[in-house]
């Protein structure tokens, strides 16, 4: 079958490279993709948010199955608008993407369904949003309702900061549309892990369990990005708290999906924190994590057009989905600035050709005069394979240690909390 993946990040770049090696799939196209995914897709510059363009394209090549890899087009419904073309898509339908698009729809379908989380209090009024807070004391964390790139979260450690948090949101209206409702929850203390599944409106399969590093700085310090590095599997996740995030987090939100009139057809990603209570949930996304997906589907043993054509028509079963023995683990190169701000057009210095135990995945590159530039926050995200997380870790930090431009940024403890589970 022919397979189109949205988007042009790196884990687009990782989805189409594990796509291209299916035997499922004779061929992936990428839209819009980007210079470096052009050794696995056809990539083709059209606009996402285009819907009649993109099905358009879509009829006239003939294409099967959709991945759709950001929120965004899923939030905005492009699942909709293909499926409508009669093309088969993975990912969900706009009211499902709602379980990412809105932290209120997210946290009071959990509350509904009795899946463990954060408590919480929803506000449009800073007046009332601050009464609380002097209520409930610091720590505390504030969150914009809608999509905010993943910059609309304040962990803040004393009041003032979470005022001044609201202030932010909901006065100052620095998030646009998407922060004139705030969600402020209960601080959460624990280690974090990410679940992901492939889920077909009623069957979850659990992907291996795998950990980001979000903050900028080593040990954890500065402010949140999009994920630093990522490491998997991740012995956080113990069997007996796999099957506890399965029987009470992701086997319940899926069935609540389905009881509210909107299967979920898709990856499930549950961002846990594993409290001494067991985990709870920190929020759900739509999708596939960026750089989850970097560490993740490189173990991936099954035919991974084949597992997301069987979400799409109900079929999806375990035996599809196994994974191979060893680890993974990625480390971001991002820009100078970066989260801040982020740097364009420094030349990248290196081979960023992949190797049987290394692979170099483009998160925001572009080619220019015959070399590659960095083209956003985070540029390159550099994944090791081995035997075992040390291995891998080596792997992918002698690979990191080559490749080289202007103001490069990344974290030297990839994996490291690992380590106090392994001994
Ligand atoms: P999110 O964008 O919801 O993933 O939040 C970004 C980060 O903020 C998470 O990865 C956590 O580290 C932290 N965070 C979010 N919610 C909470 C919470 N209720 N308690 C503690 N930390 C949180
Ligand atoms: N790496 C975090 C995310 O994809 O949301």
Redesign the pocket.
């Given at each position: 079958m022919k397979v189109c993946v949205i988007g042009g990040g790196g884990?687009e770049h990782t989805l189409a490279w594990k796509l291209a090696q299916s035997d499922s799939v004779t061929k992936v196209y990428a839209i819009p993709g980007s210079k470096a995914m052009e050794d696995v897709a056809e990539c083709v510059a059209i606009d996402w948010q285009d819907f009649a363009a993109v099905t358009k394209f879509l009829q006239k090549e003939a294409i099967d199955l959709v991945v759709i890899g950001p929120e965004a087009p899923l939030v905005a419904g492009l699942a909709d608008a293909v499926r409508a073309a009669g093309i088969a898509v993975f990912g969900p339908s706009k009211a499902a993407a709602q379980l990412e698009g809105s932290k209120v729809f997210a946290k009071d379908l959990m509350k509904k369904y009795d899946i463990p989380t954060a408590a919480y209090g929803v506000f449009d009024d800073a007046a009332k949003a601050k009464a609380f807070i002097d209520e409930t004391g610091a720590p505390i964390v504030i969150k914009a309702d809608g999509l905010a790139a993943?910059k609309g979260v304040a962990v803040a450690m004393t009041v003032e900061e979470a005022k001044a948090a609201v202030d932010d949101m909901l006065s100052a209206n620095r998030f646009g549309d998407a922060g004139h409702i705030v969600v402020i929850e209960e601080f959460m203390v624990g280690e974090e892990a990410?679940l992901l599944a492939f889920v077909d409106g009623t069957t979850v399969v659990p992907m291996i369990a795998s950990q980001?590093h979000?903050r900028i700085f080593d040990g954890d310090k500065g402010p949140n990005t999009?994920?630093m590095g990522?490491y998997a599997p991740a012995p956080v996740m113990t069997e007996a708290l796999l099957k506890e995030a399965y029987d009470k987090v992701l086997v319940p939100m899926v069935k609540a999906m389905k009881a509210e009139g909107m299967p979920y057809v898709g990856c499930l990603?549950a961002?846990l924190m594993i409290t001494p209570e067991g985990p709870k949930v920190v929020e759900f996304?739509v999708?596939?994590?960026?750089?989850?997906t970097q560490v993740v589907l490189p173990l991936l043993d099954g035919d991974l057009g084949e597992i997301m054509m069987a979400c799409e028509n109900g079929r999806l079963t375990e035996d599809m989905v196994s994974w191979r023995d060893g680890s993974a683990a990625c480390v971001i190169l991002a820009s100078a600035g970066y989260p801040e701000t982020s740097h364009k057009d420094d030349v990248i210095d290196g081979d960023l050709s992949f190797t049987e135990d290394t692979l170099v995945f483009h998160s925001g590159t572009s080619f220019k005069d015959g070399h590659y530039v960095t083209a956003g926050g985070r540029v390159l995200g550099i994944v090791g394979l081995g035997d075992d997380l040390q291995k891998a870790l080596d792997k992918a930090y002698e690979r990191v240690a080559k490749v080289r431009f202007e103001g490069r940024q990344y974290r030297k403890d990839i994996g490291q909390k690992a380590f106090a589970h392994l001994r």
């Open positions: 884990r993943g990410s980001d979000k999009g994920g990522t990603y961002g996304n999708r596939f994590g960026d750089p989850e």
